[in-house]
């Protein structure tokens, strides 16, 4: 199993969430998050006459858990879905989960991440 978190724009929060159904990827957490972009992308913006201080840069933060067969097509669906091509699209980090459970009925392992029902 892996975890994948990726760090998207708020922006393309919809198209990645639908892109991630499409492929199969039903479950899945997001939190909204603040990070620190790039020299390029500090500073003041203006726009419409609003001058905006784009120091901190609004994202979301997505956490999937996944078999290992479904990582590539995870990865996949997302980087399609939230790729503009300019500086600021995001990251995306996979790292190992060495294992889970599903409170409800002790079950774990990869079973215990899809429901049967």
Same mark, same amino acid.
């Given at each position: 199993?892996?975890?994948?978190?990726?760090?998207? !724009?708020?922006?393309?929060?919809?198209?990645?969430?639908?892109?991630?159904?499409?492929?199969?990827? &039903?479950?899945?957490?997001?939190? %909204?998050?603040?990070?620190?972009?790039?020299?390029?992308?500090?500073?003041?913006?203006?726009?419409?006459? $609003?001058?905006? %201080?784009?120091?901190?840069?609004? !994202?979301?933060?997505?956490?999937?858990?996944? !078999?290992?067969?479904?990582?590539?097509?995870?990865?996949? #669906?997302?980087?399609? #879905?939230?790729?503009?091509?300019?500086?600021? &699209?995001?990251?995306?980090?996979?790292?190992?989960?060495?294992?889970?459970?599903?409170?409800?009925?002790?079950?774990?392992?990869? $079973?215990?991440?899809?429901?049967?029902?």
């Amino acid at each position: 199993m892996k975890k994948i978190e990726a760090i998207i !724009r708020t922006s393309k929060f919809n198209e990645v969430k639908e892109a991630l159904r499409e492929v199969g990827i &039903d479950f899945f957490s997001y939190w %909204d998050a603040t990070g620190v972009g790039n020299e390029v992308e500090k500073g003041e913006h203006s726009y419409r006459g $609003t001058v905006y %201080d784009t120091s901190f840069i609004s !994202r979301q933060l997505l956490t999937i858990v996944v !078999r290992d067969v479904n990582v590539q097509k995870t990865v996949d #669906a997302i980087l399609k #879905a939230a790729k503009t091509g300019v500086i600021g &699209d995001g990251k995306i980090f996979i790292s190992d989960i060495i294992e889970s459970y599903r409170i409800r009925n002790d079950e774990k392992g990869d $079973t215990s991440l899809y429901n049967k029902e």
